[in-house]
């Protein structure tokens, strides 16, 4: 589960407590998203887009910081699930055109896994992702 995934599960968890009878579909109004799209991200079966990450921590009150945080640890999380499949190539404007993110946002992406110690590049054409993607 992703930070976003996480976040949002724990707000509606919350708001749920307080009416047993606050559906999705009335968060996702609140949080100004599609309820389609809303329940694809927290069911797993559709990825977080960096606009869907920044509207939702926006509209659960993180402030722009810890929104820009937040959508770049979901980008890392993408680009260490593409670096973890079989036959990945290490060539970021491939990832790009395969993932549909801009080139940018992956290197930042890049950048936080390096940082993190969860990716090595060991070569040009070798990069080992340490942990879970």
Do not use: I, Q
Not at 30 to 48: N, Y
Not at 78 to 91: H, I, Q, S
Not at 99 to 117: I, K, N, T, W
């Amino acid at each position: 589960m992703t930070d976003c995934v996480a976040l949002v599960v724990e707000h509606l968890t919350l708001r749920r407590r307080r009416n047993a009878r606050y559906s999705l579909r009335a968060f996702a109004r609140d949080l100004g998203v599609s309820h389609s799209t809303l329940s694809g991200v927290v069911s797993g079966r559709r990825p977080a887009s960096a606009r869907f990450v920044r509207r939702v921590a926006t509209r659960l009150g993180l402030d722009e910081r810890e929104a820009s945080a937040l959508v770049d640890r979901e980008l890392a999380t993408k680009l260490a699930a593409v670096v973890a499949r079989d036959g990945f190539l290490p060539d970021l404007r491939e990832v790009a055109v395969r993932s549909g993110l801009p080139v940018d946002a992956l290197c930042v992406a890049l950048h936080r896994l390096l940082s993190e110690r969860r990716l090595e590049l060991t070569s040009a054409h070798v990069w080992t992702l340490r942990g879970d993607p």
